[in-house]
C-alpha cells in the first residue's frame, strides 16, 4: 500500500495514534488502530543513580517470542521521551510511536525509554545528561528488563538514531554475539569534527536567520553558540571530545548501518567508516545501505514523515527477517498476511 506522504493526513490519523497509545500506558491488551495491535504494554521504571530513575515501556510480541530479539529503539540527539518526537515541517512528530507500531504489527516486541528528566522519568537531563549516562542508564533498564522477563533466554536487537547510535554501541559491546544492532545515521567522529563539518550548511540554512544577516554575522553567531555551551552544556562537551569508533569496535553480532545519501548532520561516509573497521575486526556480518535522496531524518524534504519512512522499515524488517526468520517481513509470523500502512503518529508544535 503506497505510504501517505502528505502532513494533513498523518495528522488526521493522530487522534487514534494517541487513543492507542493511551491504552498501551493503562497496560491493556491493545486491539485497536490499523494495523491491529494484540499485546501486553508494560510500564516499568529503575532507579539509577540517587534522585534519578528512568521509565520504559514494553510492548510485548503478538506471539510467543520463541527466537526472535526484543526490538530497543534509542533516541538521537537532545532531551527526549521514548516518542522521539522529530522534526516534520514546522511540526514534531513522534517518530518512534509510529516505528515501533510497523515492528509490533510484525511480531516484534518493542522497548521504548524515557530519557533522565523526560516523560515519566525523574532527575534533570540539563544538569547530568551525557552520552556516556545515558547509555549507563540504558543498561539499568535492560537489567531491570531481564530480570522480570519470562523469556529467560531474551536477547536484542538495539536501534539507534544519531547518538542514540553511539548509545547503543555502548551498551551492545555488553551483549552476546545473538544480539544485533540497527545504527541510523551513526557519527564515527568526535562531535569538534562534526560542529566543524555542520557549520558550512548551517550558515547558508536561510530559515536560521534574519534576512539581515550576512555571512559573517551568521558565523559570529555560530562561534559564540559554540563557546556558550562548551563552557556551560555538560552534554555538549562530553560530545566534542567523545570518540564514537572504539565503542562500535567492540559490538558484536549482526550490524546493520543505514545512512541518508543527502545526509549533512552526520555525512554517509561515516557508515561506511564503521563497518570497515568491524570488518579488519573480523565481523562477518555488517551491511551498509545508503538510501538515495534523505537527510538524517530519512526524509526527502522538510515535510516528509521524519525516521518512521516506509524505506527505512522495509530495510530493518528485510534485515532482521532474514537473520530471525521466525518473523516474515509482511507478518507478525511466517506466512502470516501482511499488515495494512500503520497509523500516523502523534504530532506537536513545538
Not at 26 to 45: K, L, M, Y
Not at 115 to 139: P, Q
Not at 147 to 152: A, E, G, H, K, R
Not at 209 to 226: G, I, N, T, V, Y
Amino acid at each position: 500500500m503506497p505510504f501517505l506522504h502528505t502532513r494533513t493526513m498523518f495528522l488526521a490519523l493522530a487522534a487514534g495514534m494517541a487513543a492507542g497509545s493511551a491504552a498501551c500506558d493503562r497496560g491493556s491488551h491493545i486491539g485497536q488502530g490499523n494495523p491491529r495491535i494484540t499485546g501486553v504494554a508494560i510500564e516499568r521504571s529503575v532507579v539509577v543513580e540517587p534522585g534519578v530513575s528512568v521509565a520504559y515501556v514494553y510492548e510485548r510480541a503478538r506471539t510467543a517470542p520463541g527466537g526472535r530479539p526484543c526490538i530497543v529503539l534509542v533516541t538521537g540527539e537532545g532531551a527526549h521521551d521514548r516518542s522521539y518526537p522529530a522534526p516534520m515541517g514546522d511540526t514534531l512528530l513522534s517518530a518512534y510511536d509510529f516505528l515501533a507500531r510497523v515492528l509490533h504489527s510484525h511480531g516484534y516486541g518493542v522497548l521504548r525509554v524515557d530519557e533522565r528528566g523526560t516523560g515519566r522519568s525523574t532527575g534533570s537531563y540539563a544538569n547530568t545528561a551525557t552520552t556516556t549516562r545515558l547509555a549507563a542508564d540504558l543498561r539499568a533498564v535492560l537489567r531491570d528488563f531481564q530480570s522480570f522477563d519470562p523469556d529467560t533466554s531474551r536477547f536484542f536487537v538495539l536501534v539507534g538514531h544519531g547518538e542514540g547510535a553511539v548509545i547503543a554501541a555502548m551498551v551492545a559491546r555488553e551483549l552476546d554475539a545473538r544480539s544485533g544492532t540497527v545504527f541510523l545515521g551513526a557519527p564515527a567522529r568526535p562531535g569538534e569534527v562534526l560542529v566543524r563539518q555542520r557549520q558550512p550548511h548551517q550558515v547558508r540554512d536561510a530559515r536560521q536567520w534574519s534576512r539581515s544577516a550576512s555571512m559573517a554575522d551568521r558565523q559570529q553567531a555560530l562561534a559564540r553558540e559554540h563557546a556558550r555551551r562548551a563552557e556551560g552544556d555538560v552534554w555538549y562537551r562530553e560530545f566534542l571530545t567523545l570518540d564514537p569508533m572504539p565503542h562500535y569496535a567492540g559490538v558484536q553480532g549482526p550490524m546493520l548501518l543505514l545512512h541518508g545519501a543527502s545526509d549533512w548532520q552526520v555525512s554517509p561516509d561515516q557508515a561506511e567508516a564503521i563497518a570497515a573497521q568491524q570488518r579488519r575486526r573480523g565481523a562477518r556480518d555488517v551491511t551498509v545501505t545508503v538510501l538515495d535522496g534523505v537527510d538524517h531524518f530519512f526524509r526527502r524534504d522538510r515535510n516528509d514523515l521524519p525516521i518512521a519512512t516506509p524505506v527505512v522499515w522495509d530495510a530493518v524488517l528485510g534485515w532482521l527477517g532474514a537473520r530471525w526468520p521466525g518473523v516474515s517481513r509482511r507478518g507478525s509470523r511466517a506466512g502470516a498476511p501482511a499488515t495494512a500502512t500503520p497509523p500516523a503518529p502523534s504530532a506537536s508544535t513545538p
